[in-house]
Every structure is written in C-alpha cells, then in structure tokens.
C-alpha cells in the first residue's frame, strides 16, 4: 500500500488492490512517470462526483505524451475518517463529475 497526500493535506490510499487494478485495466498511467501523485498533489481540477458526494475526481493535464497530452484522472473516496484511491486513467477531456 503507498500514501499519498493531497493539495488539502489529506492522506489518500493507494491499496494493492486497487494498484493491481490500474496496472490492469489502465496501464497508461503508469506510463507518465509520478502521474498519481502529481495529479493528487498538484491537480488542475478536482471535481465531486454527479453520483456520489463522497466522491472526488482530480484531474491534472501532462503534455508531451505519444497522443500529444492527456488529462490524468484519478477517482478518490473521501469518507469521514478514510481516504482512498478507487481508479486511475487517462482520459481526452474532463468530465463534469
């Protein structure tokens, strides 16, 4: 599991589990090098969730890939007392929430 903090402050998990997912269904995240935490730390956005307002979506933007740039989208679950990771991926726009 690693720890991450956010432009708030908060400490956000990154379960195995949950690492095992990305790796799996988005591999291109790991492609930009610190891309996770960057968008955590650093976001140009951070959005809440249409479907969830325990849901926070942290987009960040990264320039020069192969497909010319692409947003960073990481979905992270803000519970009182716990903060996790639920997915990463990339993505050509942001979505409204």
């Known amino acids: 599991m690693r720890v991450f903090q956010d432009s708030e402050g ?7 589990e ?3 997912h990305i790796v799996t269904r988005h591999p291109e995240v790991f492609e ?11 976001p140009d956005f951070v959005r809440q969730s249409r479907y969830d307002i325990e849901t926070a979506i ?3 933007f990264f320039q020069g890939l192969e497909t010319g740039g692409a947003w960073v989208r990481v979905v992270v679950a ?9 997915t990463a ?8 929430g």
């Open 10 to 16: 908060r400490e956000i998990r990154l379960t195995d």
């Open 18 to 20: 949950r690492n095992a």
């Open 32 to 42: 930009i090098e610190g891309a996770i935490e960057l968008t955590l730390s650093a």
């Open 58 to 60: 942290y987009y960040r």
């Open 78 to 86: 803000l519970k009182d007392d716990d903060a996790f990771i639920l």
């Open 89 to 96: 991926m990339t993505t050509r726009r942001i979505q409204l």
